[in-house]
């Protein structure tokens, strides 16, 4: 019989999901059986994602929020568990990204990269690991890290620190809680093909140089990326725990 995974009666949350990778995690887990809460800022963005997941007979819930905010975490994960009563998979995957030189960054926009990137991160976790505890049959945590949390690929030293810190997050995590049976990890993505790349990629020269740097020579899919989270959501990653997989056709092996 040929292996397939099930997320059958699992519960999973997916931040920032109204678009890109995160629109295409929430619609991976929930194809394999889960039932997703779809978060992003607001209600009227996430529409699409559960739209789309319950038209195709998945269950989800919209609960929207900035997770940068405590407040709005504790809301969004309230929400969740007056819907669907538990919570099983929790995927950290709401960012932003300035790409600007260090002498023109603002104060600003590297408190809100660190805050939404790695803040972000650490509240949703720590929402989810008090719950996760509480219920007593352990979870699964999921970071969207990056390979600029590995390799440095400037101008955008507020992203590659706040995707570096993701790294450490994970391992930090994975150590603490493995107690409770809650494996965290995270994925690097390298050069993706979304609607926010798409005019990066425009450019034939920038896509030539991305291209010839990268080993397998293409660009990555989002549903690549959603498969390996799937996988990690999964009972086959069980044994799998404070780990970076980096899904980037081999830029960062070079």
Known sequence: MPLEISLEGKVTLVTGAARGIGKEIAQTLAQAGAKVVVNDLTEESCNQTSQEIQDRNGQSLIASGDVSSQSDVQSIFEKSIATFGKLDILVNNAGVIYRKPIVDLSEGEWDKTLDVNLKGAFLC????????????????????????????????????????????????????????????????????????????????????????????QRFCKPSEVAMLVAYLASAYSDFITGQTLFIDGGWTAL
């Open 125 to 216: 976790s720590q929402a989810a690991s008090r719950l996760m505890i509480k219920q007593g049959s352990g979870g699964k945590i999921i970071n969207i890290s990056s390979i600029m949390g590995e390799v440095a690929l400037p101008p955008r030293s507020a992203y590659c620190a706040s995707k570096g810190g993701i790294i450490a997050l994970t391992r930090a995590l994975a150590t603490e809680l493995a107690e409770h049976r809650i494996t965290v990890n995270a994925v690097g993505p390298g050069w993706v093909e979304t609607e926010l790349t798409a005019k990066y990629f425009a450019n034939s020269d920038v896509k030539e140089l991305l291209i010839s740097r990268t080993p397998l």
